[in-house]
């Protein structure tokens, strides 16, 4: 984001929504590409989805400006709405003990694509350039399709593919927008102003007005966005819920870890590296987020699978204290990353176990495109409010702390609700 934004001329409060409308983008889009790949209709709609993050990838690679880079990252974020048919396809193919650990490997393949995909991408972008570093995202997809192409089955069901709620994804598109436009943009042009409390006003609206619709004339006739109903069911709401408090905290962390370890050396808060050792530094939320996810099957097998939630909350937030106090030195920055990692992949790698024995199977793709609806706009929310949070606490080192411990608050709220649920 800081290299964007000084590409290009903007704030990075600006910049980031090259990030934010991806993971927006990747929230309306996981409900609508689950409905149409719910029946035999996965294969095309995988490979058409993997075909618009490509044609993304290269929109954004192009030297056009800030709007074509954000446009192509908005296609991108469809990308992030195939991870529900990839579980499907895995609930078609596997069963027991082999589906578990099947749906805990691919759970925790986001949140390790995501922290190989940083460093990675930071080292092509630090030799060759933003722009680079879209085209080595381009070459990517282009592989990924053709491995797709060749090893994706059929669809096994032969049912036809679920109508579509087109009205509830722009209510719920257009609110998540507005609402992330007042947060992103209120300590620059005033909290109070009329432009910001409008856009905060017809985001709450537009939202409140996607849930009565699709609670209402959205389910009388049969194809609402998502299922409110099997979203409240007892053993989904909780680890709904924990979704959206870790992953506003994941993308929280990854935003302040960025800002601290690329900011400037002279300021209050910054260690003055460049943008591949920025990169590097989340190696080690990758690595310990795939032992998180292997430590996390342990736990459930001695323990039980009710302490998965609560614990990931509390290491994860652990994570964020600790940044909060220690921030000084870039071994302290691995060392964050490293406990967040490993709080991030227990937490992702248990939600698709927890939540799959308590729904239909033919409503596993609902449920979980829910699930996933809520986790982009917990990235979505973090993404915004981390770099916010940091400028209306002032800027400064205590700000960053302020800020730390917020989130941290945000993830430890997150997991003690799931733990008095389980109690009572």
Known sequence: ???????????????????????????????????????????????????????????????????????????????????????????????????????????????????????????????????GAYWFGALLIGLTFALAFRHLPRSTTGERPQRVDLAGAALLSAGTVALLLAISQGDRAGWTSWPILGSAAAGVALLVAWVAWTAGPARRRGHPLVDLRLAARRGVVGPNAVTFGIGLGMYGLLALVVILVQGDPHSDIGLGHDVAVVGLVLVPYALLSVSGNRLARVVAARWGPHLLLPTGCAVFASAMLLLAFVHHHLWQALLVMALGGLGSGFTFSSLPMLIVPHVPRAETGSALAFNQLLRYLGFSVGSAASVTLLDAYGGDDAAFRATALTLASVCLAAGCGVLRRKRS
């Open 1 to 131: 984001m800081p290299q964007i934004a000084e590409t290009h001329g903007v704030p990075i409060s600006t910049a980031q929504w090259a990030l934010t409308v991806t993971l927006i983008a990747g929230a309306v889009a996981t409900p609508v590409l689950g409905r149409w790949g719910s029946g035999r209709l996965r294969r095309p709609v995988v490979l058409g989805g993997l075909a618009t993050v490509f044609v993304g990838s290269v929109l954004s690679a192009l030297p056009i400006g800030l709007g074509p880079l954000v446009a192509g990252r908005a296609l991108q974020g469809v990308g992030l709405a195939l991870f529900p048919l990839a579980i499907a396809v895995a609930r078609d193919l596997w069963t027991g003990p082999v589906l578990v650990s099947r749906l805990a490997l691919l759970s925790v393949t986001t949140v390790a694509g995501a922290g190989l995909g940083y460093p990675v991408t930071a080292v092509v972008a630090s030799g060759f350039g933003v722009a």
